[in-house]
């Protein structure tokens, strides 16, 4: 901005304390308190004007202030240059360019041209009168801003005739305005990291920044100088070598770029498709994109060009190239390894290294992959799963021996099981005996003896020999005897169980030594 024009007096003690007192800008600003920019241009003014100290400092007010401040000829326009404006302001947004070096261009195309301080005084003038958005000088395939639309699209199912609202995703660069938009069901994070995906697709390439609202699915906590990154939008920026820089909360200038889209999303796509029926998300983005064509196409109205014509000059030779292969959607998740050395994810159970029973563990799992890391390791990989109560077992994950790892065996387990009485004990070892490796009922035989803290050992040992009886060797048929006292009533024709440790169906006591 221009400097505030000060008396000159003031302006007089300026170039004495920098002359004669030999002083920083920054002092000197302190000192006569103005800013700093003020004292620059003031220097900068008496070098324009070819002035020498002390010689000036005889001068009077009024030669002194016409020498700083000449006033521009009417004739000017006519003798001089006049930049173009808008390739200035198109040029800025390049990186490293300046107001400085674009002026030296000029000087140097025009050497009787304006001088530096008119220059920029008449650039801010200029970009004054733009559009707010249109104002921002953002660098060449800087920054890509993200949001949803206030306004949602309806899309009818042909059978039940019900009304879905599709929510509308908008992504816009920051140099161009070129602008994204599509229809998903949802702005959960499935949808959220698919659209990401997609833009970047569309742009060709990804920009340096991500400027996301506060959107829950893309930021897992809000704050004003460290938000904490959802895990997989953050896995998503690592993926395409991206920086993610949410907007501030109540800072409505950090993402005045994604709101401008929304805005002319919602009156050149959505308020033209207002009367449209659509009947499936397919046909709704088919529509989107047509008119998101128009809408890139349509010049502007206070700069020469359009949108994808500015992209093609300045975004598209500055963003970054996209990965070989597209993100492939992963989730993270908090597990703890128990002590069969398996973790739980959505409700199968994985093998990683028998090593970390009890250590806490971060598991990404995506479609077809889960994979576990520890403290920022991966230590174990396996396909995905979607059997409920199985398991995945590594044969190199496992113990060299059953008993090599400090406190739990199967042996151990059975012994605890035969103090709350036989049919436990059975239980607990038909459970072992059916698993491919042992280790792998450890989990629902150490939730069966701990129903006996919430139901008592004599009702532990009753549900359990019921369940014997039925065939029912589960920790979810043991705790539904309980739950519904089923333990407490008689079978009918109920037969006298055989619990004898030896049983011709399981590997017997001498199998774990």
């Given at each position: 901005m221009p400097a505030v024009r000060l008396s000159v007096r003031k302006i007089r003690e300026v170039l004495r304390l920098k002359f004669d007192g030999g002083l920083t800008n920054r002092r000197i600003a302190r000192s006569c308190h103005i800013s700093r920019p003020s004292v620059a241009d003031y220097l900068l003014r008496f070098e324009e004007a070819g002035l020498v100290w002390p010689a000036a400092a005889t001068l009077d007010d009024a030669s002194l202030e016409r020498k700083l401040f000449p006033p521009a000829p009417a004739a000017s326009t006519t003798q001089r240059a006049v930049p173009d404006w808008s390739h200035v302001h198109r040029e800025l947004r390049g990186k490293s360019v300046t107001l400085t070096l674009l002026w030296h261009e000029y000087k140097s195309a025009h050497p009787e041209g304006y001088q530096y301080s008119w220059f920029c005084d008449q650039y801010r003038a200029w970009a004054g009168k733009l559009d707010v958005v249109m104002r921002h000088e953002h660098r060449a395939g800087e920054k890509l801003f993200v949001d949803y639309a206030g306004q949602t699209a309806e899309v009818v199912d042909r059978r039940t005739g019900e009304i879905r609202q599709a929510q509308i995703f908008v992504a816009v660069l920051g140099g161009s305005n070129y602008t994204y938009a599509e229809a998903t069901w949802t702005q959960q994070l499935p949808d959220w990291i698919g659209s990401h995906v997609r833009a970047f697709e569309f742009l060709g390439g990804s920009s340096e920044i991500l400027v996301p609202d506060n959107l829950r699915s893309g930021v897992s906590k809000a704050h004003r100088y460290e938000p904490d990154l959802n895990p997989t939008y953050a896995d998503l920026?690592?993926?395409?070598?991206?920086?993610?820089?949410?907007?501030?909360?109540?800072?409505?200038?950090?993402?005045?770029?994604?709101?401008?889209?929304?805005?002319?999303?919602?009156?050149?796509?959505?308020?033209?498709?207002?009367?449209?029926?659509?009947?499936?998300?397919?046909?709704?983005?088919?529509?989107?994109?047509?008119?998101?064509?128009?809408?890139?196409?349509?010049?502007?109205?206070?700069?020469?060009?359009?949108?994808?014509?500015?992209?093609?000059?300045?975004?598209?030779?500055?963003?970054?190239?996209?990965?070989?292969?597209?993100?492939?959607?992963?989730?993270?998740?908090?597990?703890?390894?128990?002590?069969?050395?398996?973790?739980?994810?959505?409700?199968?159970?994985?093998?990683?290294?028998?090593?970390?029973?009890?250590?806490?563990?971060?598991?990404?799992?995506?479609?077809?992959?889960?994979?576990?890391?520890?403290?920022?390791?991966?230590?174990?990989?396996?396909?995905?799963?979607?059997?409920?109560?199985?398991?995945?077992?590594?044969?190199?994950?496992?113990?060299?021996?059953?008993r090599s790892y400090a406190e739990w065996s199967p042996q151990r387990l059975i012994a605890w099981a035969e103090k709350t009485g036989p049919a436990t004990a059975t239980l607990v070892r038909t459970i072992l005996e059916r698993r491919a490796h042992p280790q792998q009922g450890f989990r629902s035989a150490l939730g069966i003896m701990r129903l006996g803290k919430s139901f008592g050992e004599e009702r532990l040992e009753a549900a359990c020999r019921r369940a014997l009886t039925l065939g029912a060797c589960s920790y979810k048929s043991i705790d539904s005897i309980l739950r519904q006292g089923l333990d407490r009533k008689a079978l009918p024709e109920q037969q006298e169980l055989e619990l004898s440790i030896e049983h011709d169906n399981l590997r017997g006591s001498n199998y774990y030594h």
């Open positions: 920026a690592k993926h395409y070598g991206v920086a993610v820089l949410p907007a501030r909360v109540r800072k409505p200038r950090d993402k005045a770029k994604a709101e401008a889209g929304v805005l002319l999303v919602e009156r050149w796509i959505l308020a033209v498709l207002r009367h449209r029926t659509f009947f499936s998300l397919a046909e709704l983005n088919q529509e989107i994109a047509r008119l998101l064509e128009r809408l890139n196409t349509r010049p502007f109205k206070k700069l020469p060009g359009t949108r994808r014509e500015l992209f093609e000059q300045l975004d598209r030779p500055a963003l970054q190239p996209l990965p070989v292969q597209a993100y492939e959607f992963a989730e993270w998740k908090k597990v703890r390894v128990n002590i069969d050395y398996h973790v739980e994810v959505d409700g199968h159970y994985y093998s990683v290294p028998y090593q970390l029973v009890r250590k806490p563990l971060q598991a990404r799992f995506s479609a077809r992959t889960v994979e576990c890391f520890h403290k920022g390791q991966r230590v174990a990989s396996h396909l995905r799963s979607h059997l409920k109560g199985r398991h995945t077992t590594v044969p190199e994950h496992m113990p060299t021996s059953h």
